[in-house]
């Protein structure tokens, strides 16, 4: 009769691996919180704190480049969102069409987004010089007479600005929009045409209620990304002429420049309450 040798039990060797692995898990994630901690959250902390006194928002709303950059920051979210939602919107019907041509042009076309924008930016606020940019000398060359300074009138630096923004980011939004029309099934445009469905029927019964949501989704989502935009505006305009091009997120830099901490932090803070509910709707919409 053998005697059975008792089996040592897994369970001790499973629980010694586990606690190895969250051991190595959580000194791997160790670095990126801290990282996080000093670059992210304590910045974030401490310009709420400096921005905490009563008094800084009503210097803020007393001082009348404030004011216009309020309403530069209105002007640009209106105007280049929706006229950059809206081409892209229509390029986005024209780049999917199997073309040899059309295959080429879709990848100039995406070199804007592609390509860094400092240069690019500033390489057009060289081209817009009024003593030597190659659009005012093309204007001598033609006409023998000189160009108008285009950045030094308020209005045309800031359309300029939204030109910038509009050609720099359209790329993105047409590939996104791009997406939404290749995920409709092409039944739907072949059942149209059999129905005898013209061009803008197709659109308006199955293109546009399949992409509505997307639409929506990426136009809020663009309004966020373009609050932020700093490149757009002060690589271009700096700000001027005379500090009337300002929009909320270069109008930090003035105040900076006055050593106006407080003033900088504040017109930071002043965005919360049109950011949050742009946030707070753009995540129940994509919890849906």
């Known amino acids: 009769m053998s005697a059975t040798l008792p089996v040592e039990s897994s369970a001790p060797v499973a ?3 586990s606690t190895s692995w969250q051991f ?9 919180l801290v990282i996080f ?23 803020l709303a007393d001082d009348p480049i404030f ?20 081409v ?29 924008s400092i240069p690019t930016i500033l390489s057009v606020r ?20 000189d160009g108008p300074n285009w950045l030094n009138d308020p209005t045309l630096a800031l359309s300029f600005s939204m030109l910038m923004h509009i050609w720099k980011s359209l790329p993105f939004w047409t590939l996104i929009l791009m997406a939404g029309r290749l995920a409709i099934p092409a039944e739907q445009y072949e059942a149209a045409s059999v129905d005898g469905a013209s061009r803008w029927q197709k659109f308006r019964y199955i293109t546009w209620p399949s992409m509505r949501g997307l639409y929506l989704t990426s136009t809020i989502l663009s309004m966020i990304w373009t609050l932020g935009d700093f490149n757009s505006v002060y690589l271009l305009t700096g700000g001027g002429p005379a500090d009337l091009t ?3 997120a270069t109008v930090g830099i003035r105040y ?8 900088a932090m504040a017109s930071i803070v002043v965005a919360l309450p049109l950011v949050l509910p742009l946030v707070f709707f753009m995540m129940k919409r994509l919890s849906r």
């Open 256 to 263: 900076l420049r006055l050593d106006q901490v407080d003033l």
């Open 126 to 145: 060289f081209m817009l010089n009024p003593e030597w940019g190659v659009i005012n000398s093309t204007i001598f060359r033609l006409t023998a007479a």
């Open 37 to 59: 901690l000093v670059f992210v959250l304590y910045p974030v902390c401490y310009g709420l704190w400096l921005a905490r006194h009563p008094s800084s928002y009503v210097h």
């Open 15 to 17: 629980a010694r691996r």
């Open 246 to 248: 300002h929009v909320l």
């Open 67 to 86: 004011f216009r950059t309020a309403v530069n920051t209105i002007i640009f979210l209106v105007v280049a969102i929706n006229l950059k939602m809206i």
């Open 24 to 32: 190595w898990g959580r000194a791997l994630i160790a670095p990126y």
């Open 88 to 116: 892209a919107l229509l390029l986005s019907g024209f780049f999917i069409h199997e073309r040899w041509w059309i295959k080429i042009l879709s990848v100039l076309f995406i070199l804007p987004w592609a390509v860094p």
